[in-house]
């Protein structure tokens, strides 16, 4: 198994509920940035999309905590961020997921409108429909 990083940082109102956008098939699918509805399918966009690839889920779960870092500044309500928990234990619960071979997503709106999507991907996938962008098996 290896691991897909994805990443979305741009306008809250371009991820909008059943938005064609967001549905392999849909018109835009191949070419929209936004995170797509259903994780799994984010195998289904270009490899372009993908930011690292990573045999090890140690590395993916570092890059999710650096990127996390840069984020952390934006965060619309860090006050809440208290009440959460902390990097340490998030990290913690997506290597569990990820070793287990499910996929991970953080996730938190921005100031400004703003929205950041994180998602590291199993592959292969439990989706079955789901196919390595890099064409690794």
């Known amino acids: 198994m290896h691991f897909h990083a994805y990443a979305y940082r741009g306008p809250g109102e371009a991820v909008q509920t059943f938005d064609a956008v967001r549905s392999p098939g849909g018109v835009g699918f191949e070419t929209s940035p936004v995170p797509p509805e259903r994780t799994s399918a984010w195998l289904a966009k270009p490899a372009r999309f993908i930011k690292a690839t990573w045999d090890d889920p140690v590395e993916a779960v570092a890059w999710l ?19 959460a928990p902390d990097v340490q234990a998030l990290a913690a ?5 990820l070793q287990r071979g499910n996929d991970v997503v953080w996730a938190w ?6 929205y950041v999507d994180l ?15 890099l064409g690794r098996h």
């Open 65 to 83: 905590e650096r990127q996390y870092a840069e984020t952390r500044s934006s965060l619309l309500h860090p006050e809440l961020q208290r009440h």
């Open 93 to 97: 619960i997506a290597l569990d997921t």
């Open 109 to 114: 709106w921005l100031t400004g409108g703003n």
């Open 119 to 133: 998602a590291v991907v199993c592959c292969p996938n439990r989706d079955r429909d789901a196919r390595c962008p």
